[in-house]
């Protein structure tokens, strides 16, 4: 007689952001990356990916992309954010393998840690056993993590590796306004550019900053305008 094994535990809080959807992310030059995480999303790419990239490239926003396109073909998913649940200790990922697929983020920050790291190389192996898909991110390439688990390091070299490459200005700049638009705001392109001038390129920041506009232009009844950033902002 087979034992049923008991539902997985997922940790509480830790919830996927609405808009990190595949058709609000500009690729730019990662059109091949978004195209195979949305293929293992549903069940019909790859069975593993390893994607990363410098802070505030968008490996988050395409981990929890993957989770949102699961859900329609009813795909069990999750996205575990290590940078907030280290602290749970290595046995969060005891029985993973029961979800269809399971995309881990911020994985350097368990690297060298040896019950971590064994952890990770059984989750694998026990995903790859029975044909679930296993998605991670980093800030760093495998061979640049430190692991101290050779056997580890092999595994995550295995798949498909993408580093997920940032978006020129003139893409970010499109990202922006798209971004805007699905809110119902509308950007000038003045109020585009002083943006991209006045405050951080980075992506990330770009859109935290969007948001606080959003808040901002709600409250006050009133449009983004330049004179409106400035007053915002404090540029």
Request: include cysteine.
């Amino acid at each position: 007689m087979t034992t049923k094994k008991a539902p997985v535990q997922l940790p509480l809080g830790i919830g996927l952001r609405d808009d990190a959807r595949f058709e609000n992310f500009v690729s730019g030059q990662n059109g091949l990356a978004c195209t195979q995480l949305e293929q293992a999303a549903r069940g019909e790419g790859e069975q593993y990916i390893y994607i990363w990239g410098h802070q505030g490239v968008g490996c988050s926003h395409l981990l929890q992309s993957c989770c949102h396109a699961a859900d329609p073909v009813r795909r069990s998913a999750v996205y575990l954010p290590l940078a907030e649940l280290g602290h749970a200790g290595p046995e969060l990922l005891d029985d993973l393998d029961q979800l269809q697929m399971v995309c881990i983020d911020n994985v350097e920050q368990v690297a060298g840690l040896p019950q971590w790291e064994e952890a990770l190389f059984h989750l694998f192996n026990r995903m790859r056993a029975i044909n679930h898909v296993l998605i991670l991110a980093s800030d760093r390439s495998p061979r640049a993590l430190g692991l101290k688990l050779p056997d580890l390091e092999s595994r995550l070299n295995w798949g498909l590796v993408f580093q997920v490459k940032p978006l020129d200005d003139a893409t970010k700049e499109v990202a922006l306004k798209s971004r805007a638009k699905a809110r119902g705001l509308q950007l000038s392109d003045e109020v585009v550019r002083y943006l991209m001038h006045h405050g951080s390129r980075d992506m990330a920041n770009l859109l935290v900053t969007l948001d606080r506009l959003d808040r901002e232009s709600l409250s006050a009844q009133r449009r983004i305008t330049v004179p409106f950033v400035k007053q915002v902002m404090g540029w």
